[in-house]
C-alpha cells in the first residue's frame, strides 16, 4: 500500500489539565497463583473540569511538576502546559484511504488485528493544544485507533459461532443501522472481544526501554518527567514474580538495572534515567536502544511467561537506524523471540508517530500515546491486562459478504492492516496481538443489493451459482484466525479458526452503535475523508452527546468535538 510520509509545520500553545481519579476497579490477575489487585480507575484528561481532588497512587515518583511533590504521596493535581517548540517537525504516515469495492469483484475483505488508540490520544493533545479541523496534520487521524479507544458493551446482537467443534477464544457483538452521512447506505459496527480475561503465566519480565536523549528533556513534564511518573505507577501496579530492567538509551544504550524485583532499586534506576535525560541529553540511537533491551528480555526470558519490551520515546530518532523502514526490520527480526512490544509515545513538536506506529506494527506490538499521566495509569494501571498480557497473536479477519444481500462495502480505518484474501490462511503472514479482555471495534459502510448474486465459489457462492445460504437473510460471514501465545518459536503453531453469520440486527439501535457513528463521522470530517458525503459535525457532536452516557472518556471526547466548533 502506498505511503507518504507528512511533515506537519504549525505553531501552537496552549494549556492541558488532568482530571483525576474517582473510583477503583478489581482486576484479577494471576502468575504462580491468584492474585486480586485494585487500581484506580482514571478519568481522561478533561479541559473543563480539573478535579482538584485528584490524588497520586501510593509511593508516586518524584516528579510532580505543578506541585513540587516530593517521594511519598504528593499531587493535587497533574496539570501542566504543552509548549510547542519554534519548528513543528511531526511525522506522520499518511495512507490510501480504503475505497468501495464490490461484492461481485472481491466478494472477501481481509485484514489484521488492531488495539491500538494513540491515534486518539494525540488528537485530544492536539486539540488541547490549540490545533483546530484544518491544522491538525494529515495522516493523524486513523480511524480504527479513534474507535478502539472507547467501550462499546452495549452493541444489542450477538453473532452466531457456526464452528461449535472450537472453544470460543472471542466473542462477537454487532448492530447494523443506517448510516448517518450517507443515508442511502447501511452501517454495521462489529465488537470482537477476547474472552479470556485472566491469564496464568509462570511469571513477568519486563524491560523498559526509556529514551534520554536532548528531546526528551524539555519540556519535562511533557517527556521524561511523565516518562518516569508513568512507569512509576506502573511499578505499584506489579506483584507476585516479576522482574523488571531499565535500558536507556541517547547516543549509546546503557543498562541501567537488570533482572530486579526490589521496587526500590528499581525507582533509583528510573531517577537516575531522568537525570542522564535532563543533565546530558544527546543524540538517538533508538535502534542500539532497541537490540539492548531485546538482548536483555531474552537474557531473563520467562518461558511461559510474558515476556515484553516497554519502549517509552518521542520517535525522533538520528543515530543508527533512523527510517520506519529499517526500524521495522530491526524489530521484526527480535520478535521470532517471543518477546511481545509495547510502545508509549511522548512528547509533541517532533514527534515521530510514523517510526512509533511502525516499530508497534511489526513488533507483535500495541502503541499508545501519553499525552498525560491520568492516560498512563489508564494504559498501565487500569487496563494493564488488556495493554501488556497478550492472549491471541496473529489475529486476521476475513468478512465474506453475501451478493444477496450486499452490493458493495467499504471498510472503515484499518488501512494499513489490510491483506490478499490468500494470506489469511497463511501463517506466515503477520497478524495483530490482542490483549486479555481487549475489544477491536469494526466498522463497515454498506451499500444493499437488490438480491441477485455474482460468481465464485465461497459460503454464498459457488461457481456461476449461489448457494443455499446466499438465499438467506446472512448479511456475511466473519472469520477469525489466531494462534496462541506459546512463548519462544511459538510462530510454528498452527492456527486456530473461528466462523461467525450475521444477519440484520432488530429493534432501535443502542448507545454504543450511535456513539461508535459518531466516532466515525467527526473521524470523517476531521480526516477530511473522499468519502464523508454529507458529515455533520455539529450533528456528530450531538449523536455522541446523547449516547455517551456517564462514561468520562465519551464525555470528554464530546468536550474535543465542541472545542473544534470554536
Known amino acids: 500500500m502506498k505511503k507518504t510520509f507528512v511533515k506537519a509545520l504549525t505553531l501552537t ?26 487500581y484506580n480507575t482514571m478519568s481522561p484528561c478533561i479541559i473543563e473540569d480539573p478535579a482538584s481532588d485528584y490524588k497520586c497512587v501510593e509511593a ?3 516528579y510532580c511538576v505543578d506541585n513540587e511533590c516530593t517521594d511519598t504521596s504528593g499531587c493535587e493535581t497533574d496539570s501542566y502546559a504543552y509548549e510547542e517548540p519554534d519548528m513543528n517537525t511531526e511525522e506522520y504516515t499518511q495512507q490510501v484511504e480504503n475505497g468501495f469495492t464490490n461484492v461481485s ?83 454495521l459496527v462489529m465488537n470482537v472481544k477476547a474472552n479470556q480475561t485472566q491469564v496464568d503465566n509462570a511469571g513477568t519480565n519486563f524491560v523498559f526501554l526509556i529514551d534520554t536523549s536532548g528531546s526528551m528533556s524539555s519540556p519535562e513534564e511533557e517527556r521524561i518527567g511523565l516518562v518516569v511518573q508513568s512507569f512509576n505507577a506502573f511499578l505499584e501496579t506489579l506483584s507476585g514474580n516479576y522482574t523488571i530492567s531499565v535500558v536507556t538509551y541517547s547516543g549509546s544504550s546503557e543498562t541501567l538495572i537488570e533482572g530486579s524485583s526490589d521496587k526500590g532499586q528499581i525507582k533509583e534506576a528510573l531517577t537516575a534515567a531522568y537525570n542522564s535525560c535532563v543533565q546530558y541529553g544527546g543524540g538517538t540511537n533508538g535502534s542500539g536502544g532497541i537490540t539492548a533491551a531485546y538482548e536483555i ?16 520515546s518521542d520517535g525522533d530518532m538520528n543515530l543508527g537506524l533512523t527510517s520506519a523502514t529499517e526500524l521495522t526490520d530491526l524489530i521484526t527480526s527480535e520478535k521470532e523471540s517471543g518477546v511481545f512490544l509495547t510502545v508509549l509515545g511522548f512528547g509533541a513538536g517532533n514527534y515521530s508517530d510514523a517510526n512509533m506506529e511502525a516499530i508497534a506494527d511489526a513488533g507483535n506490538g500495541n502503541y499508545f500515546y501519553i499525552d498525560c499521566l491520568g492516560e498512563a495509569k489508564r494504559v498501565l494501571c487500569d487496563k494493564i491486562a488488556e495493554s501488556t498480557v497478550t492472549v491471541a497473536k496473529d489475529v486476521k479477519f476475513q468478512v465474506e459478504f453475501n451478493p444477496n444481500q450486499i452490493s458493495s462495502y467499504r471498510l472503515v480505518g484499518y488501512e494499513n492492516r489490510t491483506m490478499a484474501a490468500q494470506d489469511f490462511e497463511d501463517d506466515t503472514k503477520d497478524g495483530g496481538e490482542v490483549g486479555a479482555g481487549q475489544d477491536v471495534t469494526v466498522v463497515y459502510e454498506l451499500v444493499y443489493a437488490d438480491g441477485e448474486g455474482s460468481d465464485s465459489d465461497l459460503r454464498y457462492q459457488n461457481g456461476v451459482q449461489t448457494t443455499t445460504e ?29 466462523n461467525y453469520v450475521i444477519t440484520p440486527s432488530e429493534g432501535d439501535n443502542s448507545a454504543s452503535f450511535t456513539f461508535a457513528a459518531a466516532v466515525v463521522e467527526s473521524a470523517l470530517i476531521i480526516s477530511s475523508s473522499a468519502y464523508k458525503e454529507n458529515a455533520n459535525l455539529e450533528n456528530a457532536t450531538a449523536r455522541a452527546q446523547n449516547s455517551a452516557g456517564d462514561d468520562p472518556y465519551k464525555t470528554e471526547f464530546v468536550a474535543l468535538l465542541k472545542q473544534l466548533h470554536q
Request: proline share 3%.
Open 105 to 187: 469483484d472481491n466478494a472477501l475483505s481481509t485484514f489484521g488485528a488492531d488495539v491500538d488508540t494513540a491515534s486518539y490520544t494525540n488528537f485530544r493533545r492536539l486539540v488541547n493544544s490549540g490545533y483546530t479541523i484544518d491544522t491538525i496534520p494529515e495522516g493523524s487521524i486513523r480511524v480504527e485507533e479513534m474507535l478502539n479507544y472507547f467501550d462499546y458493551d452495549n452493541l444489542n446482537t450477538n453473532a452466531m459461532n457456526i464452528s461449535s467443534d472450537v472453544q470460543e477464544a472471542f466473542s462477537v457483538t454487532y448492530e447494523t443501522g443506517t448510516c448517518p452521512w450517507n443515508t442511502e447506505n447501511g452501517l
Open 297 to 312: 528480555a531474552n537474557k531473563y526470558f520467562i518461558e511461559g511467561g510474558n515476556n515484553r519490551v516497554i519502549i517509552a
Open 60 to 62: 508516586p515518583s518524584n
Open 13 to 38: 500553545t496552549s494549556l492541558t489539565i488532568l482530571a483525576g481519579c474517582s473510583s477503583s476497579v478489581q482486576v484479577e490477575t494471576t502468575n504462580d497463583q491468584a492474585t486480586d489487585q485494585t
Open 470 to 498: 446466499a438465499d438467506s437473510d446472512e448479511i456475511l460471514a466473519l472469520s477469525i484466525r489466531y494462534k496462541k501465545p506459546e512463548g519462544k518459536n511459538s510462530d510454528n503453531e498452527k492456527s486456530v479458526e473461528l
